[in-house]
T-cell receptor, first 112, second 112 residues
Framework: NAGVTQTPKFRILKIGQSMTLQCTQDMNHNYMYWYRQDPGMGLKLIYYSVGAGITDKGEVPNGYNVSRSTTEDFPLRLELAAPSQTSVYFC???????????FGQGTRLTVV | AQSVSQHNHHVILSEAASLELGCNYSYGGTVNLFWYVQYPGQHLQLLLKYFSGDPLVKGIKGFEAEFIKSKFSFNLRKPSVQWSDTAEYFCAADTGFQKLVFGTGTRLLVSP
């Protein structure tokens, strides 16, 4: 069982470039999340989704966009990369409310 | 807005020493609490969780945590740490809106 899969694992972007971080889960979970992890700051919620076709902003959504066309996939889009978006990004999913979250391996993004 | 505070940012212990990591949350209603661990280079994994019932919960690898409602606390403990416990530990709270809020994390270094 693959769980939550993120691609790519590493990426270097130039300022102003765009990219999509992919996240897919094979557990049929309704809820999916994107977090960014910065040293000494913990994890901050960027966007989340409670089901296909439904997304909502988290704590730090500026500069990002998401979509949820299927239950399995929850891609995160950076349109105009900025150095402040250098971070480690984690995708997570949960089957329902009040359950533990399952995390992907993370994507380390550097914007130069 | 709800928040989670972890007081110790870095902890250094020798093997066999006892561990206690502090976690406080700010939310007056029903809350689900979690401790996640992130080993070097890996994704977050669930250590233990509290939803209701016995306030002393036991997790994997000999970890336990005690929920003290009056103190809004959920401290993590282990009687005797091992070198393999070297990791970053995150406390998290979910107030039922399915948005996990994480603390800033505690880096634990266990010296052999």
């Amino acid at each position: 069982n693959a769980g939550v899969t993120q691609t790519p694992k590493f990426r270097i972007l130039k300022i102003g470039q765009s990219m999509t971080l992919q996240c897919t889960q094979d557990m049929n979970h309704n809820y999916m999340y994107w977090y960014r992890q910065d040293p000494g700051m913990g994890l901050k919620l960027i966007y989340y989704s409670v089901g296909a076709g439904i997304t909502d902003k988290g704590e730090v959504p500026n500069g990002y966009n998401v979509s949820r066309s299927t239950t399995e996939d929850f891609p995160l889009r950076l349109e105009l990369a900025a150095p402040s978006q250098t971070s480690v990004y984690f995708c997570a999913s949960t089957p329902q409310m009040n359950t533990e979250a399952f995390f992907g391996q993370g994507t380390r993004l550097t914007v130069v | 807005a709800q928040s989670v505070s972890q007081h110790n940012h870095h902890v250094i212990l020798s093997e066999a020493a006892s561990l206690e990591l502090g976690c406080n949350y700010s939310y007056g209603g029903t809350v689900n609490l979690f401790w996640y661990v992130q080993y070097p280079g890996q994704h977050l994994q669930l250590l233990l969780k509290y939803f209701s019932g016995d306030p002393l919960v036991k997790g994997i690898k000999g970890f336990e945590a005690e929920f003290i409602k009056s103190k809004f606390s959920f401290n993590l403990r282990k009687p005797s740490v091992q070198w393999s416990d070297t990791a970053e530990y995150f406390c998290a709270a979910d107030t039922g809106f399915q948005k996990l809020v994480f603390g800033t994390g505690t880096r634990l270094l266990v010296s052999p």
